[in-house]
């Protein structure tokens, strides 16, 4: 079963513009990780957030984690054509307990970048 | 360095057929994991090894579905007496430890026709 619900599901988006997506999950994490997966291929890891971090930067990327509102939202600025893909978020359960470090994944939003 | 290989890339199989799908983890992560990706949809946990441990296999969807890991380095995802509804991408990853960033393979694709 998934973790919870990406938002949205499609956006589609110019080149140049910034990408916004969101993604909700339902229980305690360890960290939260996004991916990106361009058509059939495989996930490609983007950035890892830690569930004592807000907010982090890579690049282009900037995520941001609420977890009071066990919340996380991804930005891509100043977006390509070659970030056509779609992109996936994904909880780490918190460890101990036996808890494996298995990931949860989202629905996924699948992002269209026109140049 | 290499990556997680998977092999093979696409695999077609009869209604009935035993498949085995192959994963070579990153030389030295410990951690392994393999995932079922539906069509449109996220992967979903299947199961997870520590070194050749298999410490949880809670995602495995019936008693079709075996893995093993007898080295602690290649994986093998077995799918016995494979059904319509097995048809997907199966990914492997594997990561240094159980907290650290996970690196997916490219998936082997199953069709079962």
């Known amino acids: 079963s998934q973790q919870g619900e990406e938002d949205p599901q499609a956006l589609s988006i110019q080149e140049g513009e910034n990408a916004t997506m969101n993604c909700s999950y339902k229980t305690s994490i360890n960290n939260l990780q996004w991916y990106r997966q361009n058509s059939g291929r495989g996930l490609v890891h983007l950035i890892l957030i830690r569930s004592n971090e807000r907010e982090k930067h890579s690049g282009r990327l900037r995520v941001t984690l609420d977890t009071s509102k066990k919340s996380s939202s991804l930005l891509i600025t100043a977006s390509r054509a070659a970030d056509t893909a779609s992109y996936f978020c994904?909880?780490?359960?918190?460890?101990?307990?036996?808890?494996?470090?298995?990931?949860?994944f989202g629905q996924g939003t699948t992002l269209q970048v026109k140049p | 360095g290499a990556g997680v290989s998977q092999s093979p890339r696409y695999k077609v199989a009869k209604r009935g057929q035993d498949v085995a799908l192959r994963c070579d983890p990153i030389s030295g992560h410990v951690s392994l994991f393999w995932y079922q990706q539906a069509l449109g949809q996220g992967p979903e946990f299947l199961t997870y090894?520590?070194?050749?441990?298999?410490?949880?296999k809670s995602g495995l969807p019936s008693d079709r579905f075996f893995a093993e890991r007898p080295e602690g380095s290649v994986s093998t995802l077995k799918i016995q007496r494979t059904q319509q509804e097995d048809s997907a991408v199966y990914l492997c990853?594997?990561?240094?430890?159980?907290?650290?960033?996970?690196?997916f393979g490219p998936g082997t694709r199953l069709t079962v026709l």
């Open positions: 990853a594997s990561s240094l430890t159980i907290d650290r960033k996970q690196f």
């Open positions: 994904a909880t780490a359960e918190p460890l101990g307990s036996g808890n494996t470090g298995k990931l949860i």
């Open positions: 090894f520590q070194n050749e441990a298999q410490l949880d």
